[in-house]
């Protein structure tokens, strides 16, 4: 789980009760990565002699031992290499009978991009399924690449990436020759980082003073403003990665003769780079699991477990990715009472519809909480906060005030998808875009600035309640705003503050609610007003918030990457 | 196409990453034990000495943060939370000492800030009552903090004397336990703190670990009052020793013992506590004899087996030797984290430290065990294990006003406080009393009835608490606890607000304090709409039908004992597990049924393999519900899942008790394995577990 190195305790007994099994019930817990020859990578890294500040990844046991001592499981523990398992969580999602793999992050084991061919057919064992072509290997990494180029920009490392992909947007490719002279191009799949301007692994930064001398300007300081210079590294870097994606995604084809591309890693949550893969790459269709990062590696680790023990593969496409937690009308009314909030109580899924969509039209910032939660890191309307998506100062507010973003960051709509080509470039039948993985020009005729980024684009989510009849009462709030406003289009982003989780469960969504200011929470069959909240409560819930009275992150600096 | 790595760098050192990886691996190395490896082989420089991590120095003092007002320098703290926090509640101290006005700065633990009572009632507070009563006007300023601890109490007293205090008062010493010493836990995160205490394991047993922390107490103690002295300058430094409440109780089960020692243990206890209970005292003080026989040689591990002879020397009238007995219990409690957590408590030992840092600093001795030995008094001195009711605050006050105005040569004031605070505030306190006896005393047989001794005291001091008691009942039985409730704040307006230190947040039932209260309820003259109400409250946690409605006992709220849990796993902030290890032969849960209920129950466990166990280890899991058997279970080391069901024929609350088989004959074997791990710094228990539960699922059938 990004950002909690801890054991996932609770996800663990969560996953068991949710599927009706005891811990009896588990043939193999299945691990996303080979902790020896991760070991082995670190130990490489020691060599460079940048600092050492703990000692605990030392233990290449350490997960085994945890997932006996503090899971309690005895049977067979089963691993995985990383980037087999990112290949894997989009191969047996996809729903493709075979295909051709790609996946790219900061770094697994020892590889930072890798190349396959997947067969859901192939006899044997797991590893025949998803077969390994060719790897990239550390420290050369586009993943790394693009985080050096966050930590220049004054953002955080393996956290911050997707600001510079929308800082991006804003810039000029001033400065290809430059970034160009940090990445080099290989023979095949290969690239290669030109690591004297890249001081991860030896020092307490990511970039060196040979990439400052590039680029000729002082690493950005987090509290400063942001000019035109990091608009443009930023356009420059996403560029390249763009390029290269493109270059390697049409080696993989050539070598594969695949139809069918399935993408994961962290690269892979790059929606601007994944729209071009899309539309540019030689493959005739693109998917990308939903949860790409590290977060969903687990997916693909228990599918090869799966493919190892039952010699079967799984069949179906993932549709959606509400497959978290979930609350019930019950739970939500149990909760809003015991907190003495009163709210409007609606009997009739129309007359809620109608409510909120009323709110929206208005100009009202509405939290959307019903359901199962959504896997990854897209609120997709299960845990979202939504908003109508024609004015720019909306999507101002919600930045400055609610969600606590920089001023440049956009927000993506939501839209039904048969009326998703009246507004936006987007391909029907894309894979992509159901999971808000892909970004598309805005059509629209119709100005939709909240949702409209700097350079025309947009980070379309297309929804679809006959493929995916969970998302039928989102389509039906999107079919009800559009009734009002003629557009069926809303803002659509996730129910959380700065630095925060996605809210998860009801009492998660009123503590938000509380502390986060927007106009409206709408749980499941309940509408509360902000002024709803007894004013005793608003109090209370700044006591009782354990995120209420965290201090705002603050002082971001270029320390390493997280290599161990 | 086979793989192919055509990015490698040609690199040695690859090669030898990849080799001494594998040697790692296959070896079994222990993060430790690596790290030696690489030092040998000069992959790593050699162990650096931790930094010193003690916090900048700031300009604030504590939370109060420096600002100018009116061009003159002040310190505010944040508003106080509705809930209460650490600190005292006074918002802004001026810099400047007002003119003519003496300023006591005032350094302490929980105990000092009048926990319980705080904010509405404080030492602070006291203090000032009493200092009224001097030839000259005094402003005690409230630096105390629960959790204090002596790093931060001497960054608090340096950064205090931009206050220009003119004397300075220290009440420490109830936390000067494996809080000041946490290195010396086998519990810590870090291997290094690990192999520590498993080195004076293997050199000395139980005892050196003992040692070990009391020697780096006494160090850092020293230290920090010789610190505290140099920073006081001339200024007269009041130094309180803490008395505790030799009544508190904190039963610890034993480590590994050797052979069959732990299992025999375990029969004298029960033996002594039927024994205490039916009033057999000989008995008792005999089982207990042989208790502490059993733990001879193994250190300060031996507290509970002093607390039953303390228990059976009362019984038969032997006071002074009972009140020995029952400190010797404090003294060797102190250490209780070693397995399950324990109640801060100054030692004789944290008592003598304070005595003799007074004697060669030359700071005002108030010495409390003395002074509450002395004084005639009915009225109880503690809330819990160290907190002082309003009796206590008195008398610890009032002896604090006198050594003050002897160092700064006034006459000792003689005058008393009329009423040191409300009856509603007296009521609150006592609840709390109630709420903490019932959630953090782990006692030797029935609490109920203390639990009941302090809700009727309540309800004496003022009736009005009632609204106090169904507020807290409605809260606890509400379904998300750390949400605010409409009863909170309904609560809060009240003369009987309680605080986080009544437990407002805490996700558990304690069933023992639903018990007490709706015993009490039951005598009051509204017994009856006072009874419903606490019915209608308690039934929204009652069992329902189906398996939507199944409930499963292992979580927190239905845990009878919430802290009755190997010393991490009682932690929010520590790693948890998926399951309930169970550290006594019994475990208890609460089951909330309608009447003639017929409940089904699926309970998923096992016995936890031991080391130098022979065989795999099977035995019967016994299933009580109040008392009466209703089932039995076959156990073995795999997770096997069992059903039964069972018809109960009253509503309310219940009792559902597992009994869990006895351990094997094999504690030094155990023991000597706990110890090897944590040398290799490896996560160890030094205590048995006697079986594990994944979860006891029970609905309506």
């Known amino acids: 789980m990004k950002h909690d190195a801890s054991l996932p305790v609770q996800a663990f007994r969560f996953c068991l009760r949710q599927g009706g099994l005891a811990i009896t019930d588990v043939d193999a817990v299945a691990y996303f990565e080979e902790p020896r020859r991760k070991l082995s990578r670190q130990l490489w890294t020691l060599g460079f002699g940048g600092p050492v500040r703990s000692l605990d990844w030392l233990d290449p046991h350490g997960p085994e031992r945890a997932i006996r001592e503090r899971l309690g499981f005895a049977g067979r523990v089963l691993t995985f290499p990383h980037h087999l398992s990112h290949a894997a969580s989009a191969f047996f999602a996809s729903g493709f009978d075979d295909a051709a793999v790609l996946t790219a992050d900061a770094v697994g084991e020892w590889a930072t991009t890798s190349y396959g061919l997947a067969n859901r057919n192939a006899t044997g064992d ?357 009734h009002r406003t003629g557009v069926p289009v809303l803002l659509n982003t996730s129910l959380n503050g700065p630095g925060e989780p996605i809210v998860a469960t009801a009492a998660d969504a009123l503590r938000a609610f509380h502390r986060l200011g927007f106009d409206a929470l709408a749980l499941g069959n309940v509408v509360v007003d902000r002024s709803d909240l007894p004013d005793t409560w608003v109090d209370l819930a700044q006591s009782l918030d354990p995120l209420a009275s965290r201090p705002a992150a603050s002082g971001i600096d270029h320390r390493l990457y997280t290599l161990v | 196409m086979s793989p192919v790595n055509d990015s490698r760098i040609p690199d040695p050192r690859r090669d030898a990453s990849d080799e001494l990886a594998e040697r790692i691996a296959d070896d079994g190395l222990s993060v430790l034990e690596a790290a030696d490896l690489l030092r040998e082989t000069g992959w790593l420089g050699p162990a650096e000495e931790s930094a010193d991590e003690r916090a900048q120095p700031s300009q604030g003092i504590c939370i109060w943060r420096p600002e100018t007002r009116d061009g003159e320098p002040i310190f505010v703290r944040p508003e106080p939370l509705p809930l209460g926090d650490h600190y005292a509640t006074r918002r802004a101290i001026p810099a400047r000492r007002p003119a003519d006005t003496i300023r006591v700065a005032f350094f302490g633990e929980s105990v000092a800030t009048g926990y319980l009572y705080a904010p509405r009632l404080t030492c602070a507070d006291v203090l000032s009552q009493y200092l009224e009563g001097a030839d000259a006007t005094f402003d005690v300023v409230d630096l105390a903090r629960t959790n204090e601890q002596l790093g931060t109490l001497v960054q608090t007293v340096e950064a205090s004397l931009q206050l220009n205090p003119d004397a300075l008062v220290v009440f420490i010493g109830n936390n000067w336990n494996l809080l000041e010493t946490p290195e010396v836990s086998p519990y810590r995160s870090d291997a290094e703190s690990r192999r520590l205490v498993g080195r004076a394991l293997q050199d000395g047993g139980l005892r050196a670990v003992e040692e070990m922390a009391q020697t780096r107490l006494r160090d850092r103690a020293r230290s920090a009052l010789a610190r505290l002295a140099d920073l006081a300058e001339q200024r007269p430094v009041v130094l309180v020793v803490p008395e505790v409440s030799l009544d508190w109780q904190s039963r610890q089960p034993p480590p590994w013992l050797p052979g069959d020692d732990t299992a025999r243990w375990h029969e004298l206890y029960r033996d002594a506590i039927t024994a205490l209970d039916e009033h057999r005292f000989e008995d008792a003080e005999r089982a207990a004899r042989d208790m502490k026989r059993l733990a001879d040689g193994l250190g300060a591990i031996g507290g509970t087996a002093s607390r039953l002879l303390g228990l059976a020397l009362r019984g038969q009238l032997r006071e002074p030797d009972a009140a020995r007995a029952l400190r010797d219990a404090i003294d060797q409690e102190s250490y209780a984290t070693m397995g399950l957590l324990g109640s801060p408590r100054a030692t004789t030992n944290a008592q003598n430290l304070l005595r003799d840092a007074a ?343």
């Open chain 1, 126 to 482: 797991a590893l025949d399924a998803v077969q390994s072509l060719q790897e990239v290997l550390f420290p050369h990494s586009l993943g790394l690449f693009y985080s050096t180029v966050t930590s220049y920009l004054g953002f955080r490392v393996n956290s911050d990436e997707y600001k510079v992909m929308g800082l991006a947007a804003y810039g000029r490719p001033r400065y290809v020759d430059e970034v160009c002279q940090l990445l080099g191009m290989g023979d095949g799949g290969q690239f290669r980082l030109n690591l004297r301007h890249f001081d991860f692994l030896r020092g307490e930064r990511m970039f060196s003073d040979e990439w400052v001398k590039l680029f000729g300007q002082p690493p950005r300081d987090p509290g400063d403003s942001i000019k035109a210079f990091h608009e443009d590294v930023a356009r420059s870097a996403q560029l390249l990665l763009e390029e290269v994606l493109l270059e390697k995604a049409a080696w993989l084809h050539n070598q594969t003769d695949a139809e069918n591309l399935c993408y994961a890693g962290g690269v892979a949550l790059n929606s601007a780079a994944n729209g071009r893969l899309r539309r540019e790459s030689p493959f005739r269709r693109v998917f990308v699991q939903p949860a790409a990062g590290d977060a969903g590696a687990c997916l693909g680790a228990a599918a090869l477990a799966h493919r190892r023990l039952a010699r079967t593969s799984p069949r179906t496409r993932q549709r959606h990715a509400f497959l978290g937690p979930s609350i019930t009308p019950d739970e939500a009314e149990s909760v809003l009472d015991a907190c003495g909030v009163e709210g409007s109580r609606h009997d009739d899924e129309e007359s809620l519809l109608e409510d909120v969509a009323e709110r929206l039209a208005s100009g009202q910032v509405v939290g959307w909480v019903r359901g199962r939660m959504e896997h990854g890191p897209r609120a997709l309307g299960a845990r979202s906060l939504l908003a109508a998506p024609f004015d720019a100062t909306l999507r101002d507010r919600i930045n400055a005030e609610i969600k606590g973003r920089e001023s440049f960051r956009p927000f993506a709509p939501a839209v039904p998808l048969d009326r998703a080509t009246e507004f936006f470039d987007v391909h029907p039948d894309t894979l992509l875009a159901p999971f808000m993985l892909e970004t598309c020009l805005v059509t629209s005729q119709v100005p939709l600035d909240a949702v409209t980024h700097v350079d025309g684009t947009a980070r379309v989510q297309l929804v679809d309640p006959i493929a995916d009849p969970t998302s039928r009462r989102f389509a039906a709030l999107l079919e009800a705003f559009g």
């Open chain 2, 359 to 701: 004697s060669r600093l030359r700071f005002e001795l108030v010495d409390l065990p003395r002074i509450f030995d002395e004084h005639d008094s009915s009225e109880p001195f503690f809330l819990d294990y160290c907190h002082l009711t309003r009796e206590g605050l008195r008398v610890a006050m009032q002896a604090v006003a006198a050594s003050m105005t002897r160092a700064l040569g006034l006459p000792v004031p003689v005058e008393h406080p009329a009423e040191l605070c409300s009856a509603e505030t007296e009521a609150t306190a006592l609840l709390g009393a109630a709420v903490h006896t019932a959630h953090r005393m782990t006692a030797l047989g029935d609490k109920s009835k203390i639990v009941e001794r302090w809700i009727r005291a309540a309800v004496d001091a003022s009736p009005g608490v009632v609204q106090g008691l169904l507020d807290l009942v409605e809260h606890r039985t509400n379904p998300s606890p750390d949400l605010p409730t409409e009863v909170q704040a309904r609560n809060l307006a009240s003369p009987y607000r309680l605080g986080f230190q009544h437990g407002w947040r805490w996700p558990h039932l304690d069933a023992d304090l639903l018990r007490a209260i709706r015993r009490v309820l039951s005598n009051l003259p509204e017994a009856t709409s006072h009874l419903a109400t606490f019915d209608r409250l308690v039934h929204r946690r009652a069992l329902g039908p189906g398996l939507g409605q199944s409930v499963d006992l292992t979580q927190p709220p239905y845990l009878w004992e919430p802290i009755d849990q190997i010393f991490p796993e009682a932690m929010e902030d520590r790693p948890s597990r998926a399951f309930l290890r169970c550290p006594w032969p019994e475990t208890s849960f609460a089951v909330i049924t309608g009447a003639g209920s017929s409940i089904h129950l699926e309970v998923v466990a096992r016995l936890p393999t031991i080391e130098g166990a022979i065989g795999p280890r099977t035995g019967e899991l016994t299933i009580e519900l109040d008392g009466r058997q209703v089932g039995r279970v076959t156990l073995g080391e795999s997770w096997t899942q069992q059903e039964l069901r069972f018809e109960i024929n009253a509503s309310g609350l219940h009792r559902l008790t597992l009994r869990w088989p006895p351990l094997p004959p094999v504690g030094d074997a155990a023991f000597d394995s706990a110890v090897r791990r944590l040398e290799r710094g490896l996560e160890a228990d030094l205590h048995p577990v006697f079986g594990e539960l994944y979860s006891v699922s029970a609905q309506l059938s």
